[in-house]
T-cell receptor
Framework: AQKITQTQPGMFVQEKEAVTLDCTYD???????LFWYKQPSSGEMIFLIY??????QNATEGRYSLNFQKARKSANLVISASQLGDSAMYFC??????????FGTGTSLTVIP | DVKVTQSSRYLVKRTGEKVFLECVQD?????MFWYRQDPGLGLRLIYF???????EKGDIPEGYSVSREKKERFSLILESASTNQTSMYLC?????????FGAGTRLSVL
């Protein structure tokens, strides 16, 4: 069964606007971690943000925030004040209790000037 | 800063060749991983290693092997490259439960 689901293959956002990238996950573990990575056209996977399953506050890192809704098993990434350099593929990932990592199929974000 | 280095960004090989993809991390991490990435399929785990000389199969180990003789180096080996192994290969190591990736190797098998 798919562990991570990203339902948006492609998204467009106007420069300086906010955008939400969706991610849902599936696990029966109590302890797990959720991650977002950015992959520009150069290919490197860049770690953006992390949320632990026991963290009560939503994680934030600069313009990135993770909207964690545990009951819905969703971990959406919010990018505020989009910049042209934000155009990239974005991957949601989960680490389970056994330290296995699972990745979604990605969302391609294009920022329009 | 965490540094994960993959030896080649681009590689072109012929069918049947033996191919080595090298990955080195400089942070004394115990856990290292090899993934391949194909359009529409996301990242798929090939092999991982929790310590020197230890290896575990991931989701798609067929056609691949690995070597971890030193803690900092994790090598992916294609014993006899085939065209369906043309892909992007990503190495990662883990610190404090977060995976950090190398820049990736785009392998083309002709």
């Amino acid at each position: 069964a798919q562990k991570i689901t990203q339902t948006q293959p492609g998204m467009f956002v106007q420069e300086k606007e906010a955008v939400t990238l969706d991610c849902t996950y599936d696990t029966s573990d109590q302890s797990y971690g959720l991650f977002w990575y950015k992959q520009p056209s150069s290919g490197e996977m860049i770690f953006l943000i992390y949320q632990g399953s026991y963290d009560e506050q939503n994680a934030t890192e600069g313009r990135y925030s993770l909207n964690f809704q545990k009951a819905r098993k969703s971990a959406n990434l919010v990018i505020s004040a989009s910049q042209l350099g934000d155009s990239a593929m974005y991957f949601c990932a989960m680490r389970d209790t056994g330290n296995q990592f699972y990745f979604g199929t990605g969302t391609s974000l294009t920022v329009i000037p | 800063d965490v540094k994960v280095t993959q030896s080649s960004r681009y590689l072109v090989k012929r069918t049947g060749e033996k191919v080595f993809l090298e990955c080195v991390q400089d942070m004394d991490h115990e856990n290292m991983f090899w993934y391949r990435q194909d359009p529409g399929l996301g990242l798929r785990l090939i092999y991982f290693s929790y310590d020197v000389k230890m290896k575990e199969k991931g989701d798609i180990p067929e056609g691949y092997s690995v070597s971890r003789e030193k803690k900092e180096r994790f090598s992916l080996i294609l014993e006899s490259a085939s065209t369906n192994q043309t892909s992007m290969y990503l190495c990662a190591s883990t610190r404090e439960n977060i995976q950090y990736f190398g820049a990736g190797t785009r392998l083309s098998v002709l």
